[in-house]
């Protein structure tokens, strides 16, 4: 079971390093000056409900792009910035030094080039742990379980750990692999991703030692422009985002976009 897990973990991050050489520029962090839209996304919505989103330790444990840890630090908070691959902390690092040089209070942003499964701090040192769109490529809960175990283990006591996944039960989720399919080079930058529930992902987080304080559907809105990503259809989303509230659970678990679950250590 070891070995099978070593093997996944591995084809993954090798996958990874392979999207990045192909699209170097794929998971680019946006303008600096875009950063500030990402407060109307339902994951910060909902965070910012549960904790007060200044003055944390975070770390965003397989960041790619890094983009939402790039926000958080523009909050003021302190985070580090991990992923097993150099060219998005790359461009991570350079993004960085653009938004210092325009501005007066400079990003406490780090990156560190490491392991998920392996995390090299000490334990409870953040105070907010998270991830996006990196446990859903693991078929075995076992795997997902180890990672989200690290998160736990440099997470404080009375800390917050989330991990957000697509949701592949999505209505438009094979409309939008058929379009990708068809428009794009998807083959080149895809990797398989496990279909999982909340309950599931919620009993995996409970699993390693967690108490879930939310759990739900996200990003119901990105639905009109989750593919294809048009300039017009992204103003359409911004808009509903800022002038909308987020809708019922029900809806919310069925349309979302995404699936996030939050547990506190």
Not at 74 to 91: A, E, F, K, M, W
Request: glycine share 6%; charged share 20%.
């Amino acid at each position: 079971m070891k070995e099978l897990m070593e093997s996944e973990h591995k084809r993954i991050t090798q996958a990874w390093g392979r999207i990045h050489e192909l699209h170097p520029d794929a998971y680019i962090v946006p303008m600096p000056n875009q950063i500030a839209r990402l407060q109307y996304q339902d994951f910060f919505k909902v965070l910012t409900q549960i904790v007060d989103l200044r003055n944390l330790v975070v770390l965003e444990a397989g960041c790619g792009s890094g983009i939402d840890g790039f926000y958080l630090s523009t909050l003021g908070n302190r985070v580090v910035s991990l992923d097993y691959h150099r060219i998005p902390l790359h461009q991570l690092t350079q993004a960085k030094t653009k938004f210092d040089r325009r501005n007066e209070h400079k990003l406490h942003l780090n990156t560190v080039c490491g392991d998920i499964g392996s995390l090299c701090f000490r334990d409870g040192m953040f105070d907010l742990v998270f991830n996006s769109g990196v446990l859903e490529h693991y078929s075995s809960a076992s795997e997902r379980e180890k990672i989200l175990r690290e998160m736990v283990r440099v997470t404080r006591n009375g800390g917050l750990v989330a991990a957000a996944i697509p949701n592949k039960s999505h209505p438009c989720t094979h409309l939008w692999e058929f379009l990708a399919s068809i428009f794009s080079d998807v083959k080149s930058y895809k990797i398989p991703e496990q279909v999982i529930s909340i309950n599931e992902l919620s009993s995996e987080m409970q699993a390693v030692g967690v108490n879930i304080v939310w759990a739900g559907g996200i990003d119901v809105y990105q639905t009109i422009c989750h593919y294809p990503n048009w300039l017009p259809l992204r103003a359409i989303v911004l808009l509903l985002r800022i002038l909308l509230p987020m809708l019922s659970s029900k809806l919310r678990e069925k349309f979302g976009v995404r699936i996030l679950v939050i547990g506190r250590k």
